[in-house]
């Protein structure tokens, strides 16, 4: 009965705003519940298990809001009301190095290069644009950001210390 009213029974968990994993996951309960458990004969085979569903979904509900709450708490024991989001300091001055690196070794491109990097990855314009714009080939455009990112994964692995040959200041 459970596999005839599938197709039934997940069209009922969405009008219940259930989302596609969650109504997958209520229907794998009901089907564990069903093939477990001795269950007798039943008037009225779908409604009953519409019930089962609905109530396997209530239960996945309550279970995830007592977690939230549990969650919530056990934050606050161990973080305080206030939870500070802020980066330490470690964390802004190995920031600040790092930009700074990057900034060196973009500024050490040719300017053409670095304006069609800032183009296309700031800017967001799409290579053909930036091609048509200074009159050059859409392959050039590539090289030129190739050579950016060249540079770019350079200073990374001089940052990293894997570099044979860091960047010269």
């Known amino acids: 009965m459970f596999l005839d009213n599938r197709g039934k029974l997940l069209r009922f968990l969405t009008a219940r705003r259930a989302t596609p994993d969650e109504?997958?996951?209520?229907?794998?309960?009901?089907?564990?519940?069903?093939?477990?458990?001795?269950?007798?004969?039943?008037?009225?085979?779908?409604?009953?298990?519409?019930?089962?569903?609905?109530?396997?979904?209530?239960?996945?509900?309550?279970?995830?809001?007592?977690?939230?709450?549990?969650?919530?708490?056990?934050?606050?024991?161990?973080?305080?009301?206030?939870?500070d989001d802020r980066p330490s300091a470690e964390r802004l001055l190995i920031s600040r190095e790092t930009l700074a690196m990057m900034s060196d070794a973009l500024a050490q491109l040719p300017d053409r290069t670095l304006t069609i990097f800032r183009r296309?990855?700031?800017?967001?314009?799409?290579?053909?644009?930036?091609?048509?714009?200074?009159?050059?080939?859409?392959?050039a455009v590539e090289k030129h950001l190739h050579k950016a990112y060249k540079?770019?994964?350079?200073?990374?692995?001089?940052?990293?210390?894997?570099?044979?040959?860091?960047?010269r200041s």
């Open 23 to 83: 109504a997958e996951d209520v229907l794998q309960d009901l089907f564990v519940k069903l093939e477990t458990h001795a269950i007798g004969p039943i008037a009225e085979p779908l409604p009953y298990l519409c019930r089962m569903a609905d109530n396997l979904l209530v239960d996945r509900r309550r279970s995830a809001a007592a977690r939230s709450v549990r969650e919530e708490a056990w934050m606050e024991t161990q973080f305080g009301s206030e939870v």
């Open 120 to 139: 296309f990855r700031i800017d967001g314009a799409p290579q053909r644009e930036i091609a048509a714009e200074l009159g050059i080939s859409v392959s």
């Open 151 to 167: 540079a770019i994964v350079e200073a990374q692995a001089s940052l990293d210390g894997d570099s044979p040959h860091p960047l």
